[in-house]
């Protein structure tokens, strides 16, 4: 069964420091996406990084990055030198590429995450 | 660029009315998911159009239909409106219904039913 599961419902980090919000999902596609999103308050869905289940190397952007961990099956989201303005949900999601024809993102609970300065 | 619009916000409703939310999409993307996410979960899929379309559908009534025209944008119409179904309403486009192309949200609707 597809399934994206986030333990963490809340987590504090201090302004400056790393941090790591975990994630792991199950499928049996051969072919998926990874994706995680942040969600202030407002509402809005917005992507920060992609990981692709063939991709070799670990993805970043800019202060973003993605552990992917294949054989352990988890996506774990590292934040580097954390601003006040990180503090929000942040979601993990995941696509099939074959067993999904209808575009279906399937999302995690949802971690919390409070930048303390 | 533009990127995707949902209207209205906010909106209030009773029991057993009828809704419609409306979502433009990104320009350059033919197809919108919609989603519905209750407070405090992640987004749930409702369904997906692909050059007006549904190219796919999840767990949700038939009371949940949409629309795609051809300028891409979408509409989520949802009858007899119960409470359940207060939540926020989020449409999302992409360039492709296929492979794994990155969905791109619009700010939501926030529906209250009462």
């Known amino acids: 069964a597809q399934k994206i599961t986030q333990t963490q419902p809340g987590m504090f980090v201090q302004e400056k420091e790393a941090v790591t919000l975990d994630c792991t999902y199950d499928?049996?596609?051969?072919?998926?996406?990874l994706f995680w999103y942040k969600q202030p308050s407002s509402g809005e869905m917005i992507f920060l990084i992609y990981?692709?289940?063939?991709?070799?190397q670990n993805a970043t952007e800019g202060r973003y990055s993605l552990n992917f961990q294949k054989a352990r099956k988890s996506a774990n989201l590292v934040i580097s030198a954390s601003q006040l303005g990180d503090s929000a949900m942040y979601f993990c999601?995941?696509?099939?590429?074959?067993?999904?024809?209808?575009?279906?993102?399937?999302f995690g609970q949802g971690t919390e995450l409070s930048v303390k300065p | 660029e533009t990127g995707v619009t949902q209207s209205p916000t906010h909106l209030i409703k009773t029991r057993g009315q009828q809704v419609t939310l409306r979502c433009s999409s990104q320009?350059?993307?033919?197809?919108v998911s919609w989603y519905q996410q209750a407070l405090g979960q992640g987004p749930q899929f409702i369904f997906q159009?692909?050059?007006?379309?549904?190219?796919g559908r999840g767990n949700f009534p038939p009371r949940f239909s949409g629309l795609q025209f051809p300028n891409y944008s979408s509409e989520l119409n949802v009858n007899a409106l119960e409470l359940d179904d207060s939540a926020l309403y989020l449409c999302?486009?992409?360039?492709?219904?296929?492979?794994?192309?990155?969905?791109?949200f619009g700010p939501g609707t926030r529906l209250l039913v009462l």
């Open positions: 999302a486009s992409s360039s492709s219904d296929r492979g794994l192309e990155t969905q791109y």
């Open positions: 499928t049996s596609d051969p072919s998926y996406g």
């Open positions: 990981q692709g289940s063939y991709d070799q």
């Open positions: 999601a995941m696509r099939e590429a074959l067993y999904n024809q209808g575009g279906k993102l399937i």
């Open positions: 320009s350059g993307h033919n197809t």
């Open positions: 159009y692909y050059r007006e379309e549904e190219n």
